[in-house]
């Protein structure tokens, strides 16, 4: 049975009785006990770090050569919070209606609010970390607008946000490790769970210098791994960004909560060519300020600047007046592929449009520029000249950025975008304390499925990705681990463990004897077009079971024909990245069935056969208001478990955006 431990009471009260009645470890017992952490990004090293601080002895664990190379450091438009500084209105009442509503009434109300309450907390951690937002004149913070809300509650630093909040997560970590209080495992990846009695209690690790297993204790497990969004091959994540740690979890027991609900990210850098293995995300924060368009002509060969204003199509001001350039990722997106495929597009592939900054730099910045400066009519040049300034100073590393890729300077050209894959909603299914059906695992950040519903919001991941390691899982875990305390440590001579670590190392051997011919890129390359084109942006049955069927046939070629080089207790790349495409197969397969089985439209899960007369997402409350638990069985074969969505404060209403 699924149990969501959801306190009672009052929804604006849960969080504040819940951690006035939980458990606690006294410090000397916290001392005594060891917790594992898997992954470094934000989520796992503000947990780690605030662990550390407690008192617990913590071991965590990075495939990277550094925490510092977590794909946290790639988020660049900001964080949100309910700070309110602008008083336009924000409160944490409304940053956590606005995130009910962007994520289509698909997430939990209690953990939403929570993230909502906490959010402050984030802003002022970071700042005492030294965190350098940036700030307004008067010396507040400043904030700017993001998707799918109609406030500024968005704290940045330039368009590298993420790098600051994980340096500045980095050094709390470092403190822990220097005091001796978190031991750091760099270049190690987690292969297996160790359960006991039914509980996490440890895990299996490979040093992916040598090849060696470890096997390590702990008296709970948080996994902190991020999200799977490479099982499309091409997306935005990182190049190692994978699913492994989560599906070994999922294999064990751990149920994974809705994993058809992938976020498609509407502002990236079009594809150029078949030789591509990554994408690269221009910041939502683009949007603030840049404002999207596509001739109003068919099939226009002529150049942007070439195009007059009267013969563009601002078709997200047009179709959505009151948010504009500014809706929801998932709308957004979708508008841009119907543009597309409705012979709009542009560039040389005609599957882009375009961001335009023209507008705002002069009207917006430029003319705030020369008031300042006292000068009365200035002439374009002039205007153009002081906004660029100002536009430098808030975007200009991601106009560099995108200059270097793509050989066009965006202060004169309209940068081309195009929707990618971006974010997972999905995860490992967790309860309020982020527990997941294995007692004594835990999932934080992107890799469980809590917050998001079927859509996340811009700026929302940093947020809840540091909410959950500094401020949530400090109660929750104390609460399981009070129960701990009578426990001693189990010796990893135990039969569990040998067990665990042989199934490890003969899945490792079954891949290198293999020797096939296929190299392990191409079964990802192929993995991820079945995945885009029948279970990408849009949806449809036929599709959807096509891929199922595919899906399966390319994890028999795999398993009989990939080819990888080297051997195993040496330093080898393409084992590891074989390891992870496996899991990917199999993951992919399962999104396929969710896909299948979630026969309406919500948020980034568009399906074809539900959509309104307009083409805007169509739910099914009546059928689909719950949680997607997956059990895995076995191969091919999961069980459905349904959490039910109960919403007592929002009524759960059609979206709009207009």
Known sequence: ??????????????????????????????????????????????????????????????????????????????????????????????????????????????????????????????????????????????????????????????????????????????????????????????????????????????????????????????????????????????????????????????????????????????????????????????????????????????????????????????????????????????????????????????????????????????????????????????????????VKEEYGNLFDMYEKITGENPYEVPMRIYPAVHYTMGGLWVNYELQTSVTGLYALGEANFSDHGANRLGASALMQGLADGYFVIPYTLGNYLADEIYNKPISTDNEAFAVAERSVSERIEKLMGIKGNTSVESFHKKLGKIMWEKCGMARNAQGLTEAIAEIQQLKKEFWSNVKIPGDINEFNPELDKAGRVADFIELGELMCKDALQRNESCGGHFREESQTEEGEAMRHDDQFMYVSAWEYKADSEWELHKEELKYDVIKPSQRNYK
């Open 1 to 390: 049975m699924l149990d969501s431990k959801i306190p009672a009471g009052q929804l604006s009260e849960k969080w504040t009785d819940y951690k006035g009645h939980c458990k606690l470890v006294n410090p000397a017992n916290k001392r005594k006990m060891e917790v594992i952490v898997i992954g470094t990004g934000l989520a796992g090293a503000s947990a780690a770090a605030s662990l550390g601080e407690l008192g617990y002895q913590v071991k965590a664990f990075c495939f990277q050569d550094s925490p510092r190379r977590a794909h946290s450091i790639a988020a660049q438009g900001g964080i949100n919070a309910a700070k309110n500084y602008q008083n336009d209105g924000d409160s944490v009442f409304r940053l956590f209606y606005d995130t009910i509503k962007g994520g289509d009434y698909r997430a939990r109300e209690a953990n939403v609010h929570r993230l909502a309450e906490v959010s402050v907390n984030i802003i002022d951690q970071c700042v005492a970390q030294g965190v350098p937002f940036a700030r307004e004149y008067g010396g507040l913070l400043n904030n700017r607008s993001f998707g799918g809300t109609q406030v500024k509650r968005t704290f940045y630093a330039a368009g590298q946000t993420g790098q600051q909040l994980l340096i500045g997560a980095y050094q709390a970590l470092e403190r822990q490790v220097a005091l001796g209080n978190v031991k750091m495992y760099s270049r190690h990846e987690m292969l297996e769970i160790v359960k006991i009695d039914g509980k996490a209690r440890g895990i299996i690790a490979r040093d992916l210098i040598t090849g060696k297993l470890e096997r390590h204790f702990g008296y709970a497990v948080l996994l902190c791994t991020g999200g799977y969004g490479n099982v499309f091959y091409l997306s935005t994540n990182a190049m190692g960004s994978n699913v492994t740690a989560a599906w070994k979890a999922h294999k064990q027991g751990a149920y994974f909560g809705n994993p058809c609900f992938t976020q498609i990210h509407p502002t990236c850098i079009p594809v150029s060519g078949d030789h591509q293995s990554k994408l690269t995300l221009m910041s939502e924060s683009l949007r603030n300020d840049g404002r999207i368009w596509v001739p109003k002509q068919k099939n226009d060969p002529r150049k942007a600047n070439d195009i007059p204003e009267e013969e563009r199509d601002y078709y997200l001001e047009r179709r959505y007046p009151a948010f504009g350039n500014l809706v929801p990722r998932d709308v957004a997106s979708r508008a841009a592929k119907e543009r597309c495929d409705a012979g709009y597009g542009v560039g040389t592939t005609k599957q882009a449009v375009y961001l335009d900054f023209k507008y705002n730099l002069i009207n917006k910045y430029g003319k705030t520029e020369a008031n300042k400066q006292g000068i009365e009519n200035p002439d374009m040049e002039t205007l153009i000249r002081l906004g660029k300034e100002v």
